[in-house]
């Protein structure tokens, strides 16, 4: 459980599931992970904030990082709570 701004949610899925780039195409069907990328369904909203973070700062780099660096490269931290605070609220 977690609190975030009024309308995060809202704002959250339409930047999940209507912008450019898409998540499902790596992160597959209701975001529960495919081969190329893990679930990100229904986890925990400041784990996933940290990796959102890590990945916008560089911090997070190794692996299949890269692929997730220019998903966050342009958008705010505004923009990064709202992502989470709908992703957080699916099904795992
Ligand atoms: C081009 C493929 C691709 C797209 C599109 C993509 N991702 Fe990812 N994502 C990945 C990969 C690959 C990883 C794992 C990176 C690694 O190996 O460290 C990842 C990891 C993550 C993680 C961290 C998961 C964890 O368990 O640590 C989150 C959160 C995440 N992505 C959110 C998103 C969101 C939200 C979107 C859409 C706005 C998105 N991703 C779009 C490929 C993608």
């Known amino acids: 459980m977690a609190w975030v701004p009024v309308g995060s949610l809202t704002r959250g899925a339409a ?3 209507s912008q450019a780039p898409a998540c499902e195409p790596c992160h597959g069907a209701g975001l529960r992970g495919l ?3 893990p679930p990100i369904a229904g986890r925990s909203a400041s784990y996933a904030m940290r990796q959102l973070y890590e990945f916008k700062a560089g911090v ?4 299949n990082a890269a ?3 220019p998903i966050v ?6 923009d990064l709570t709202a ?3 709908y992703l957080s609220s699916l099904p795992p």
Not at 60 to 63: I, L, P
Not at 73 to 78: I, N, Y
């Open 35 to 37: 081969t190329v990328a």
């Open 60 to 63: 997070r780099s190794e692996g």
């Open 67 to 69: 692929l997730m660096k």
């Open 15 to 17: 930047l999940v599931t």
């Open 73 to 78: 490269e342009k958008r705010s931290m505004d």
């Open 83 to 85: 992502i989470v605070a």
